[in-house]
């Protein structure tokens, strides 16, 4: 039983770290955003580092002009 607890906690916890690490992309596409996309691959590639989460996140907050 604890066994399978464990990994019931280890895939949502797993599950919780990729959704926190997509944020700016779910932002952007809730929000249909225009660069949906890039923000896309920017929080793909750059996401890793805090800075580039940081980005992504503000540019899909942003209003489109």
Do not use: Q
Not at 17 to 31: E, Q, T
Request: with cysteine; proline share 2%; glycine share 10%.
């Amino acid at each position: 039983m604890n066994e399978i607890l464990s990994v019931v906690l280890a895939i949502v916890f797993i599950l919780i770290v990729i959704g926190v690490y997509f944020l700016p992309s779910f932002v952007a596409g809730g929000r249909n955003k225009k660069n949906a996309g890039a923000i896309l691959v920017l929080n793909l590639f750059l996401g890793w580092t805090l800075i580039g989460w940081v980005i992504a996140l503000v540019w899909a907050c942003m209003e489109d002009k």
